[in-house]
């Protein structure tokens, strides 16, 4: 299936949306419920079909990045400082990377005050308030709690009316992933304003001892509200997104498992369970194959979501990537022919911060007056798992 903006390609051969009635603050809204299928079963069976009218409505809704903030710990690392416990240099780090300084999370740091602090920022930018919010998507791999930072997040705004707020896991591209899931909810779900936030912490897994990944990896926490708009005024032009779990093995921290005879371990059980302790270990990464997977695999993708919103890279203002190497940043440019000056990029000051970079170089780049409204940005995260995911955006 396909909208006008070529936002959803699909091979489900039918779409059904229910159209639901319900009352927020004294107005009558409707709320879509949307139902594919492929053919093999009747839906008809199970959804009464709606009005035409009222489904094209629905599915044509458009959608708009109307505020963006970010949020840094206060302690920063420069490539000085690591040369001091790891056999490494400023030299060597900044001729490999593009990366000069990181910021770590320290002292009583969280990084779900970090996302409720960008998430703040976004929500004054877009003069929007918590209680109007209809969703809060946290997009991390490293939440301070292993069953999720959203519905925190969601209490340190302040939102009693917010009906709910999940995580979305996909580290690297994950910011990308929480933006497409939010573009589906406005434009197919009949939500009216989300808070996508990016954020994560990688300092909590990565090894200080070693210097090919050390290096690499900064906390922060960025955020941006959709809002709903007219289909004319739609901002989320187009998605192309990609999952290959046989990459995974080049990027990752997969749970370990060690033996205990103890019986706290065992719980006192004749059955001795559990048996194991789990936990989980430093980010190891391929930097090699890393690095080739994002050459092939990014340009390639944006080119496919340029088609999608049928524009050319030469009507793009901007290009935004996951900040994860310069090299990598560099070679993705050449390859769709972005001159450096259209080229955004703060990795040199903040490094790999996973799911936060995209929104936090982002909102550097609109506060500081470089991106402009009706900008449009071609943007792409990947990484970890291994993901990768493109999006054309005007801004505003």
């Known amino acids: 299936m396909a909208n006008a903006c070529g936002f959803l390609t699909s091979s489900f051969s ?134 999720g930072d959203a519905p925190q997040v969601q209490r340190d705004l302040g939102c009693t009316k917010t009906p709910i707020a999940c995580d979305i896991r996909a580290a690297c591209s994950g910011f990308m992933l929480g933006l497409f899931s939010a573009a589906c909810y406005v434009k197919g779900g009949g939500l009216h304003k989300i808070l996508v936030i990016g954020a994560d912490a990688v300092s909590r897994f990565t090894d200080w001892t070693d210097r090919g990944t050390c290096v690499l990896f900064g906390d922060a926490a960025g955020a941006v509200v959709v809002q709903a708009c007219n289909a004319e005024e739609d901002g989320l032009l187009s998605f192309d997104l990609h999952s290959d779990g046989e990459g995974g093995r080049h990027l990752g921290s997969t749970i370990k498992y060690t033996q205990t005879n103890d019986l706290s371990g ?4 004749v059955f001795e369970f559990p048996s194991r302790k789990s936990s989980y270990p430093f980010v190891q990464m391929n930097g090699q194959e890393v690095f080739r997977f994002a050459a092939r695999r990014v340009p390639q993708s944006i080119e496919t979501a340029l088609k999608k919103a049928s524009l050319t890279a030469s009507g793009i203002d901007w290009l935004l990537l996951h900040q994860a190497n310069q090299r990598i940043i560099d070679a993705v440019a050449t390859r769709l022919e972005f001159p450096p000056e259209k080229v955004i990029s703060n990795l040199a000051n903040y490094g790999n911060t996973s799911a936060a970079s995209i929104p936090l170089a982002l909102d550097e780049a609109v506060r500081s007056g470089k991106v402009k409204q009706g900008h449009t940005i071609a943007a792409a995260g990947f990484g970890a798992g291994l993901t990768w995911a493109s999006a054309i955006i005007r801004w505003g």
């Open 14 to 147: 039918s779409l059904r949306i229910k159209v639901q009635p319900f009352e927020s603050e004294g107005l009558l809204r409707t709320r879509a419920v949307v139902v594919c299928s492929s053919g093999i079963e009747d839906v008809g069976k199970h959804v009464s079909p709606s009005p035409v009218d009222q489904s094209l409505k629905l599915v044509s809704n458009g959608c708009k990045l109307v505020g963006c903030g970010s949020a840094v710990p206060s302690l920063s690392i420069s490539n000085y400082d690591l040369g001091k416990i790891v056999d490494t240099s400023d030299e060597w780090i900044s001729a490999r990377t593009g990366i000069r300084n990181r910021r770590v999370l320290s002292g009583n740091e969280s990084l779900r005050s970090l996302a409720a602090e960008a998430a703040r920022k976004a929500l004054e930018m877009a003069d929007v308030d918590a209680d109007d919010l209809d969703l809060i998507l946290m997009c991390t791999s490293t939440p301070d709690n292993l069953f």
């Open 266 to 269: 065992s719980n006192g059980s």
